[in-house]
């Protein structure tokens, strides 16, 4: 609704700063438990996987706006997936639909990187607020791969 007009350049901040402050919990939480590594290793594997996915996009020059529908029914999928985690708490169910989500968050800045330069997404709030999500996806998901492990 306010994608279109100044407005939405307030409302992107204010989601990237509530996003920011629910991170804030999480990540004292995990310095106390595990330290700062797993905090640098999810850094680094989300900056990682954002230029790795972003440079084959830019470099190839491939249109995959075609990708859309598939992204859509997958993030359905695995969004359906851990709700029925939720009740049946099945560990490889969690990690499953974990790795689903950062499989298609980084399909995902694919996709939006490549509907930017082709010309699909002339709006770059929707484009900001988009790749600022996947960013946090692949963050927390990383973040959980690398600090909650057990070390016994």
Do not use: D
């Amino acid at each position: 609704k306010n994608k279109n007009n100044s407005s939405g350049i307030a409302w992107c901040f204010a989601l990237t700063g509530f996003m920011g402050v629910t991170l804030g919990p999480i990540l004292s939480m995990v310095l106390a438990l595990r330290g700062a590594e797993p905090i640098m290793l999810a850094l680094g594997s989300t900056a990682l996987t954002f230029f790795a996915a972003s440079a084959y996009v830019l470099q190839t020059r491939k249109n995959l706006s075609a990708m859309g529908g598939f992204l859509f029914i997958g993030i359905m999928v695995a969004f359906f997936g851990g709700i029925a985690n939720i009740f049946l708490q099945i560990p490889a169910l969690a990690l499953t639909v974990s790795c689903m989500f950062a499989v298609l968050s980084t399909g995902i800045i694919m996709w939006q990187t490549s509907m930017i330069i082709h010309g699909g997404e002339r709006n770059y709030i929707s484009a900001t607020v988009t790749l600022f999500v996947m960013l946090y996806n692949l963050f927390t998901i990383f973040l959980s791969f690398f600090g909650m492990g057990s070390e016994e």
